[in-house]
């Protein structure tokens, strides 16, 4: 079933974006609201999504140095780029990593002095917050995907 209204917005004004289709072959549609939001459409299932991210996905298994060395230097750029939107200096700003694997953001937004909870609905052992649907809408200054 696809989207009525935008995710983000509660707009109307939905077109089509791209269509793709994926390795377990699902066919989708890319979104795009007048909002700029793009999504995918119709929302994929949990059960189709845990096709994707079950324990053989790559990124829960890869703990070479490369990878390693690859997201720390992600999380720097990223980072750079958070810093530059939110200049607030007077205040502790807090982070939602959402899909946040093993918490490597969240975990380095902490040591950068941002409140940070990581949720990952198919790795909840090393997410830091459990419940998601908890979080008071205007509790969240920033959140990552």
Known sequence: MSAQLCYLCNSSNISLYKNFQCEFKHKYTLSICECSFV????????NQLSN?????????????????????????????????????????LTNLDVGSGDGFFSNQ?????????????FNKNDSNYKDIDKFKDSSIDLITL
């Open 109 to 121: 937004m902490l040591l950068n002095k941002w409140n940070s909870y990581s949720y990952d609905y």
């Open 52 to 92: 994707y991210y079950n324990s053989h996905y790559k990124p829960h298994n890869n703990k070479n140095i490369f990878y390693k060395t690859s997201r720390h230097l992600t999380f720097l750029w990223k980072y750079k780029i958070i810093k530059n939107l939110f200049k607030s200096e007077n205040s502790t």
């Open 39 to 46: 999504f995918i459409d119709p929302k994929p299932s949990v």
